[in-house]
């Protein structure tokens, strides 16, 4: 009998000090296919801000991861430090590994039987589906449609973990909401630096598994 090497205990990294420094990232589905041929959401939360980013896409390649990564995350938000996943193939695959070594992007990855431990996502897996759930059309194939909007609308909610919006912190502003345009507020002009960012408190920084 082969020697098994024993697994490892989950650790836990400094927190990040800057915004879209250590992200999260999953799949959430399979969904009933979409009229835009889609079946699953890839799930993007950065760690510091609790901004989310949604892609819906038809199968769960690590190409597919590849192109999300680079068109949604780095040329949006610039090239993170680190990016925290579970060991599934589309993580895993060698041209995920080329990509994330030449831009010098650390990979951290939770065993499949502590999901736990990337917990940001897993909650927000969660969040995606009961909203998609009560608003879907009565085929169910309209849930992409619905992305975008659910997006924002986690972006523009106060976080419970930093009582600010990450839409706030990443913005240094209040969102305008469109019934704002409609009825619209004084011009509060812009947020204080403690509600940015590069203001967040120490305690509001979440230590993260390796």
């Known amino acids: 009998m082969r020697n098994v090497k024993p697994a490892g205990l989950l650790q836990t990294v400094a927190p990040p000090v800057a915004a879209f420094e250590v992200l999260g990232i999953d799949h959430l589905g399979p969904f009933p296919l979409s009229k835009r041929g889609n079946r699953h959401v890839i799930v993007c939360v950065d760690y510091l801000t609790k901004w989310v980013e949604l892609k819906a896409v038809p199968d769960t390649t690590a190409e597919r ?8 995350m780095v040329t949006r ?5 680190k990016i925290i996943s579970d060991r599934g193939t589309a993580f895993t695959a060698e041209c995920m590994r080329t990509a994330l070594s030449s ?17 940001l996502v897993e909650r927000t897996n ?4 009961n909203v998609l759930s009560a608003y879907v059309n009565s085929k169910h194939n309209n849930w992409d449609e619905l992305l975008p909007f659910t997006m924002f609308a986690l972006n523009t909610a106060e976080q419970s973990s930093t009582k600010i919006s990450p839409f706030e912190l990443v913005y240094g502003r209040l ?15 812009n947020l204080p630096y403690e509600r940015t960012a590069g203001g967040a408190p120490e305690g509001r920084k979440e230590e993260l598994p390796t």
């Open 175 to 189: 969102p305008i909401l469109p019934e704002e345009r409609c009825f619209p507020w004084p011009d509060d002009g």
């Open 103 to 119: 831009l010098g992007i650390a990979h951290g990855m939770v065993s499949a039987c502590h999901p736990q431990a990337n917990g």
């Open 126 to 129: 969660q969040t995606v589906s």
């Open 77 to 81: 938000h610039g090239v993170p430090k």
């Open 65 to 72: 991861v590849r192109e999300f990564l680079i068109e949604c």
